[in-house]
């Protein structure tokens, strides 16, 4: 087997981890897919995966969605996706590499933000809006609008469930709205597709392992290993960009 395959295993099994565990490594799938796929093609190879996972998610928790919530932050983030798909049409595999390495320790610095101050100001709608349009970019540039999403949603006072449900078809969503502009970029297509189905072993894997490990992890801890290997991965993007 070749070194595509077992990269794109590693990140399966990140993606299903992720989706079904603690949150937070969708910073760590793009550079290890870029070790073999080192450009904006990357967004491509790994978006169906996440269409999956998003599909597993949102049939796991699809009552007590706050579409009022939603209503607040999808409308620019659509407007999101189209400025980041004309950013992806304008820049090379070098600038991509190193702005996906800007927004990894961006989002990083964002989740240290969200576990010592509060984020009041997300009440406001006209910063809903905001974070909207910034998840909408972040989202369709890097994959990683995970830490905006949750800026926005921890301050709507959304029970547990709720809160899931929402944050998962909000996901869902915006990855069906990112596949038409991927497309018309020529980064997603037949062919990136049949090489995304190399993941789908490491995906189950990684969503089982997630599934039970959730229940035995200190999240706290874990999620200070992932901010570590995040900046680890940045700082490689900086170094070879």
Not at 44 to 55: K, N, Q, V
Not at 63 to 75: E, G, M
Not at 182 to 201: C, D, F, M, N, R
């Amino acid at each position: 087997m070749d070194t595509t395959f077992w990269v794109l295993s590693v990140a399966g099994l990140i993606t299903g981890f992720s989706k079904f565990s603690v949150g937070g490594m969708g910073l760590l799938i793009l550079p290890v897919v870029m070790m073999v796929f080192p450009g904006p093609e990357a967004l491509g190879i790994m978006i169906p995966l996440y269409i999956i996972t998003d599909m597993m998610a949102v049939y796991s928790y699809r009552q007590q969605i706050s579409w009022r919530v939603l209503a607040h932050f999808l409308p620019l983030a659509f407007l999101g996706v189209l400025i980041g798909g004309h950013f992806l049409a304008n820049i090379d595999a070098r600038q991509f590499v190193s702005f996906l390495g800007v927004i990894i320790v961006a989002m990083i610095a964002l989740g240290l933000y969200l576990d010592f101050r509060p984020a009041t100001f997300m009440r406001n709608p006209l910063a809903a809006y905001g974070m909207g349009f910034m998840g909408g970019v972040v989202s369709t540039i890097a994959n990683a609008a995970g830490p905006l999403f949750s800026l926005f949603l921890l301050e709507q006072k959304l029970g547990k469930e709720s809160y899931v449900s929402t944050r998962a078809w909000g996901f869902f969503i915006i990855n069906l709205v990112k596949i038409p502009m991927y497309i018309s970029l020529g980064l997603l297509s037949v062919k990136t597709t049949e090489t995304s189905l190399q993941a789908l072993p490491g995906l189950a894997i990684g969503a089982f392992i997630g599934f039970h490990f959730l229940k035995k992890v200190n999240p706290s801890q874990f999620k200070w290993l992932i901010r570590i290997m995040s900046f680890m991965a940045a700082a490689k993007l900086f170094l070879f960009s």
